[in-house]
């Protein structure tokens, strides 16, 4: 029962939002336009091809950042770098 007395039914659909926000997205009409080819030419819902695409956009930025970030580290020199032998090099 809510407050004003009234009986309130919930009813759950499995698997339709548990675990899942909804999301109002803003997109060109072109853009929407391909997104519900893909998703016809998949035979799947339109959400499901944005979760795949966002999904994997974010794997590879994942992937890309952490490519980078290996090689910076990799770039690097052992504590200390190259100073000791500079200024040995330097002395009489």
Sequence with gaps: MSISG???LRIDIPRYTRGMAK???????DLLSEVDAEAARLGTSRSAVLREFADTALRRRRTDRAAAMDSLLRQTAPHGGAAAERVKATRP
């Design 23 to 29: 999301v109002m997205v803003s997109m060109p009409d």
């Design 6 to 8: 009234e009986l309130c």
